[in-house]
Nanobody, 112 residues
């Protein structure tokens, strides 16, 4: 299972760090991702950390967000900087290990 944490309210231009802890998943061989869903919109991919260490980002967050993984702690983090009001959403961590796994979601609200 995946347990996400770290959301909150921040002013535009601020920073937040999200974390997702994985249990019961072979963390070393699975890619880990963060998705987000704003009200009235579909859930979309924000960032992915592959098991080989490579990362990929949505164009809208490139240069502002950084995904990282700690294999020893079995966690994946999303460092978000220069936040904008349009980053406001519920953020979910995700992986596929035998089946899709979603974290419970954590709210990020960026005020203007």
């Amino acid at each position: 299972q995946l347990q996400a944490s770290g959301g909150g309210l921040v002013q535009a231009g601020g920073s937040l760090r999200l974390s997702c802890a994985a249990r019961g998943i072979n963390f070393s061989i699975t890619g880990m991702s963060w998705y987000r869903q704003a009200p009235g919109e579909q859930r979309g991919l924000v960032a992915t950390s592959s098991s080989n260490g490579s990362s990929d980002y949505a164009d809208s967050v490139k240069g502002r967000f950084t995904i990282s993984r700690d294999s020893a702690r079995r966690t994946v983090s999303l460092r978000m900087s220069s936040l904008k009001p349009e980053d406001t959403a519920v953020y979910y961590c995700y992986t596929f290990y035998k089946r899709p796994w979603w974290g419970q979601g954590t709210q990020v609200t960026v005020s203007s």
